[in-house]
Structure formats: C-alpha cells, structure tokens
C-alpha cells in the first residue's frame, strides 16, 4: 500500500489575532508546519501548537518566512543569502527553544510564502536555506517544494530531503507554483483537489497552468491551513486518499521528544 504524508501550515496566530482553525486541522494532517514568530506566531501559540501536536501523534516541523506579519510573508523581502541564513537559524531556534519546553521534537524545516518560493528559484537562496538548516542541532530535515532548486540545494548540504506536493495550489511548466492573484493559483474546490491528488499519485504527473503534466516526486502533501475551506479541504483529501488505499503517516517522525 502506498503511504504519504499530509502536511499544514499551522500556528499561525499570534496574541489576540487568529488565523484557521489549527485543531481542527491538526485532527487531519499527520505533519505540522508550525509558524516561528516571522511572518506569524508566538511563543505561547508555538506551545499550544507544538503540545496539540504531540498529543495527536503528528510530526513537527518549522516554518520559518520572511519577518513581514503586515504581508504574512507572502512579500519578498531584498537580503543577503547570509541575512537569510541568519534569519531562518534564529526562526527555527526560536521554535526549537519552545519545543524544549514542552517536549516536544522539530524534525524538519519548511520554509514558508514568498521565501520558500524564491529558494524554489534561486539556487542561492535555496543554499542559504539549506545551510541554515544544516548548521542547526537536532538531524533537521529539509522539507521542499518538489522539483525546484531547494530539492538539490538541501542535498548538497548534506540534509535528509523530502519533496512536498501542494493540494490546493497550481503549477507552472517549471513546477513552481502559479503566483497568488493569478489565474489557476488556487484550488478552492475540495472534490477537484481530491481528484487531481489521486491522478498524480496514480500517474506521477502534475497538471500545470499553460502546458502539458510534469513528473514530480512526493512524499508529503500540503493543504494551506489559512484558507476558509482548509478543514473541508484536509477532510475531503483525507478521506479520498484512505478510499483508495493510500495510507497517511508523518514522512519524519511523530512530535514526542
């Protein structure tokens, strides 16, 4: 039977500002892409998270973005790849810190929004992730977007690397994902990503906006955790996936220390 993981960007709160519905989601996914106070998140949304998570047996990792709450991240930001190095070690820190403190164990590293899709662009922004994530404690994994330069950027720098699919996003011929604004960027319907899910792991083809279906690598699926259909969206995947003998489990591991 095949297996797969099912991932979401989660605790992406912080004080009194709520965003999705993280326990519900996290009653779906089998891994969590927890928020680490840049482009979202705070220390006692970390916990809770990182605690919910453990508690339900899903994997941990984090998800460090560009310091822009007003743009959630979804902006680039103009740094140096050593600025960035900077930026996603502390990020992660951060989170790592707060996962000490509940028991909890950061797996993997996913970068979230406008920097994930510049490291999936540029190969030095890639290896500034990557270094980042290499130099940190803890045997971190890589988690990337499949078929982009964060895949042999993370590579070369020695790291575990796993490739993630998006559910609810659309993709170039150059399998990157279509720009948010643009038509065929979103998936909104539940049915329709549940369908095209099933095909690609049938086929090993992604449909793409503008030209004919990619070969794409998998071991992870990410449904977006801050969309108003995210738990119809994680239900309905999960659902169809079980249906057809695909069995679901974190791609790096459980969150218990």
């Known amino acids: 039977m095949a297996v797969i993981d099912l991932n979401s960007d989660l605790g992406e709160a912080f004080g009194p500002w709520a965003m999705g519905d993280d326990a519900r989601i996290l009653e779906l996914v089998t891994s969590a892409n927890i928020a680490c106070g840049g482009h979202a998140g705070d220390p006692d949304v970390m916990f809770q998270t990182l605690r919910r998570a453990a508690d339900l047996g899903v994997g941990i ?3 460090p973005g560009y310091a822009d709450r007003q743009g959630f991240g979804r902006r680039v930001i103009p740094m140096a790849p050593d600025e960035i190095s900077r930026m996603v070690a502390a990020q992660v820190g951060a989170l790592q810190g707060v996962a000490a403190l ?26 500034a992730v990557a270094q980042a ?13 499949s078929g982009t330069e964060l895949e042999p ?20 011929p150059n399998g990157q994902l279509v720009p948010r604004g643009q038509p065929g960027a979103m998936i909104h319907d539940a049915a329709q990503a549940a369908d095209r899910l099933l095909r690609f792991l049938d086929s090993g083809l992604m449909p793409v906006v503008g030209g004919d279906p990619i070969p794409l690598a998998a071991q992870s699926i990410c449904v977006h955790g801050d969309s108003a259909e995210a738990v119809a969206m994680a239900h309905e995947i999960r659902l169809r996936l079980t249906a057809a003998g695909v069995g679901l489990a974190p791609f790096c591991g459980t969150a218990q220390g």
């Open 61 to 63: 990792g984090a998800h």
């Open 133 to 145: 994530v290499a130099a940190l404690p803890g045997d971190l994994a890589l988690l990337a977007i």
């Open 102 to 127: 509940a028991g909890v164990r950061v797996a993997y590293v996913k970068a979230h929004g406008a920097l994930a899709n510049l490291a999936a662009a540029r190969r030095e922004v890639a290896d």
């Open 153 to 172: 950027a993370g590579r070369a720098a020695g790291l575990r690397v796993f490739s993630e699919i998006f559910a609810d996003r659309g993709y170039q």
